[in-house]
């Protein structure tokens, strides 16, 4: 830098890359200073410079760098600034440190500090812990510790390893192999390194119960709450326990059995088009998202669905890394998956595609779909995800519009009579309770289907028909035809 360049530089003023000082006497305060900004974006601490942008500079003699540097090397873990001696007139000179920045978390005598605009703050101890962690997250984090004496591959869920294979063989994301036994898939897939079978490959793939006491994390909460906050009561509430794609589909069966289709004919095309109150792709593009991005290391941690009257939010458990910000999650960005190994396993299985597009195509199959754009945003330790709905007036409960999915397949059945077993089949339910709460109950409050024998509605020989209102209701979900 030569005297031109300084000027130059002390005529914008202090920021938040810019520091000045009047004197080397300063110097500790100026320490402090260089180590905000190694943890920061770097900058410059000039000594010889008045509050006002006035250039005085100091005597500088050997002792006086040798000082400097000494207060330096307090800054921990060791780092090098750039230190130059601009000379002025009259045997004065302006000291100018060179920071650079992106690194660390650094610390001053045992402290860490960060810019806050022109001035210097002590880190908060939440902000240090979270830099250290990402230092740290190349080598040591969760998913790539091995798992605890006694899991071994036997606890592992072989028939999903499998699938896994056969899907990314069919994708293109791995060479076809002859080696299909479950070891070989889960080197190819990085979940054994060397000879330990790694915690991802549990997350992944762990079926075992005796796995639950070592792994209690590894669950899904499901919640449909009525009114528009947690205050209401619950219409429904599920938790499972289980490796990630069987908690994904979990979740999936869930939103199929709340999230409401609105239908409409096409004019002169006859052809029936659904709108969902939330588009399907992008809350399974969340859900695969948290699952990815989640912090593991919290042992009653999960990551949780909850649907409101009004909206739908998919939270995990974590923090954002590696500076991203939810404005950031609405442009084009790279993506540091916190679990990569996981992200990469749910990459070649085809849940996921390239890192870095799945918010853009969240907002990209909102916007097809008619919903406003999702909104992202930390707090209290969690990351959450918002869904509003698309045209709510479409979905008004007494309708058409308000069933779900395995409410229109089960209008489908009672075409002809249909016992309670075969009803719960079609849905893949197996809790006989939660299901005629959940699901039978509303079709037979909105009199869209009926009991064969209203006066025993626990008889064994109970059967569900179709109401006369039903058979309409069909009739406009197929577009105005009759099945032939």
Same mark, same amino acid.
């Given at each position: 830098?030569?005297?031109?360049?300084?000027?130059?530089?002390?005529?914008?003023?202090?920021?938040?890359?810019?520091?000045?000082?009047?004197?080397?006497?300063?110097?500790?305060?100026?320490?402090?200073?260089?180590?905000?900004?190694?943890?920061?974006?770097?900058?410059?601490?000039?000594?010889?410079?008045?509050?006002?942008?006035?250039?005085?500079?100091?005597?500088?003699?050997?002792?006086?760098?040798?000082?400097?540097?000494?207060?330096?090397?307090?800054?921990?873990?060791? !780092?090098?600034?750039?230190?130059?001696?601009?000379?002025?007139?009259?045997?004065? #000179?302006? *000291?100018?440190?060179? #920071?650079?920045?992106?690194?660390?978390?650094?610390?001053?005598?045992?402290?860490?500090?960060?810019?806050?605009?022109?001035?210097?703050?002590?880190?908060?101890r939440e902000e240090y812990d979270r830099?250290?962690?990402?230092?740290?997250?190349?080598?040591?984090?969760?998913?790539?510790?091995?798992?605890?004496?006694?899991?071994?591959?036997?606890?592992?869920?072989?028939?999903?390893?499998?699938?896994?294979?056969?899907?990314?063989?069919?994708?293109?994301?791995?060479?076809?192999?002859?080696?299909?036994?479950?070891? #070989?898939?889960?080197?190819?897939?990085?979940?054994?390194?060397?000879?330990?079978?790694?915690?991802?490959?549990? !997350?992944?793939?762990?079926?075992?119960?005796?796995?639950?006491?070592?792994?209690?994390?590894?669950?899904?909460?499901?919640?449909?709450?009525?009114?528009?906050?947690?205050?209401?009561?619950?219409?429904?509430?599920?938790?499972?326990?289980?490796?990630?794609?069987?908690?994904?589909?979990?979740?999936?069966?869930?939103?199929?059995?709340?999230?409401?289709?609105?239908?409409?004919?096409?004019?002169?095309?006859?052809?029936?088009?659904?709108?969902?109150?939330?588009?399907?792709?992008? =809350?399974?593009?969340?859900?695969?998202?948290?699952?990815?991005?989640?912090?593991?290391?919290?042992?009653?941690g999960a990551v949780a669905v909850a649907?409101?009257?009004?909206?739908?939010?998919?939270?995990?458990?974590? =923090?954002?890394?590696?500076? *991203?910000?939810?404005?950031?999650?609405?442009?084009?960005?790279?993506?540091?998956?916190?679990?990569? *190994?996981?992200?990469?396993?749910?990459?070649?299985?085809?849940?996921?595609?390239?890192?870095?597009?799945? =918010?853009?195509?969240?907002?990209?199959?909102?916007?097809?779909?008619?919903?406003?754009?999702?909104?992202?945003?930390?707090?209290?330790?969690?990351?959450?995800?918002?869904?509003?709905? #698309?045209?709510?007036?479409?979905?008004?409960?007494?309708?058409?519009?308000?069933?779900?999915?395995?409410?229109?397949?089960?209008?489908?059945?009672?075409?002809?009579?249909?016992?309670?077993?075969?009803?719960?089949?079609? =849905?893949?339910?197996?809790?006989?309770?939660?299901?005629?709460?959940?699901?039978?109950?509303?079709?037979?409050? !909105?009199?869209?289907?009926?009991?064969?024998?209203?006066?025993?509605?626990?008889?064994?020989?109970?059967?569900?028909?179709?109401?006369?209102?039903?058979?309409?209701?069909?009739?406009?979900?197929?577009?105005?035809?009759?099945?032939?």
């Amino acid at each position: 830098m030569n005297l031109d360049d300084l000027k130059d530089l002390v005529r914008k003023g202090e920021s938040d890359r810019v520091e000045f000082k009047r004197s080397t006497g300063q110097r500790t305060a100026a320490a402090k200073t260089v180590c905000a900004m190694l943890n920061g974006l770097g900058g410059f601490v000039i000594f010889g410079v008045t509050d006002k942008g006035e250039i005085i500079g100091q005597e500088v003699s050997t002792k006086t760098l040798e000082d400097l540097a000494s207060e330096l090397r307090r800054i921990e873990p060791p !780092a090098f600034p750039e230190i130059e001696t601009i000379p002025l007139k009259e045997n004065r #000179s302006v *000291i100018v440190i060179s #920071s650079p920045g992106g690194g660390g978390p650094y610390t001053f005598e045992g402290r860490p500090y960060m810019r806050n605009g022109p001035t210097t703050i002590r880190m908060p101890r939440e902000e240090y812990d979270r830099r250290l962690l990402e230092r740290l997250h190349a080598t040591q984090r969760w998913e790539n510790q091995p798992v605890p004496d006694g899991v071994t591959i036997d606890d592992l869920d072989a028939e999903e390893i499998q699938i896994t294979l056969d899907n990314a063989i069919r994708l293109g994301r791995l060479e076809p192999t002859t080696r299909r036994d479950t070891e #070989s898939i889960l080197r190819g897939l990085e979940l054994i390194h060397d000879g330990k079978l790694l915690n991802a490959a549990v !997350a992944l793939y762990g079926k075992s119960d005796r796995l639950k006491p070592l792994y209690p994390q590894l669950e899904i909460r499901l919640a449909r709450f009525r009114g528009k906050n947690r205050l209401g009561d619950f219409a429904d509430n599920r938790q499972y326990w289980g490796h990630v794609f069987s908690l994904l589909r979990r979740a999936e069966s869930f939103l199929m059995d709340h999230v409401p289709i609105a239908g409409r004919v096409i004019p002169g095309k006859m052809v029936r088009e659904d709108q969902p109150l939330y588009p399907p792709r992008a =809350t399974r593009e969340a859900i695969a998202n948290a699952i990815c991005h989640r912090d593991y290391t919290i042992p009653g941690g999960a990551v949780a669905v909850a649907m409101y009257d009004d909206h739908l939010e998919i939270t995990n458990p974590g =923090t954002f890394h590696f500076g *991203i910000t939810p404005e950031k999650l609405t442009r084009p960005h790279e993506s540091k998956p916190w679990n990569p *190994i996981i992200a990469n396993v749910f990459y070649r299985a085809g849940i996921i595609e390239r890192w870095g597009t799945g =918010t853009l195509n969240i907002l990209d199959w909102c916007k097809e779909n008619g919903n406003p754009p999702p909104t992202w945003e930390e707090q209290a330790g969690s990351v959450y995800v918002c869904f509003r709905p #698309s045209h709510p007036s479409k979905h008004q409960v007494g309708t058409k519009s308000a069933l779900s999915r395995h409410q229109v397949d089960i209008l489908h059945k009672c075409q002809n009579d249909s016992a309670l077993v075969d009803l719960m089949g079609i =849905t893949g339910r197996s809790d006989r309770t939660k299901f005629r709460h959940q699901v039978l109950n509303p079709l037979l409050e !909105a009199g869209l289907i009926e009991m064969t024998i209203p006066d025993k509605p626990r008889s064994s020989k109970q059967r569900y028909r179709l109401t006369e209102r039903g058979r309409r209701i069909l009739r406009e979900i197929r577009g105005g035809k009759d099945e032939e």
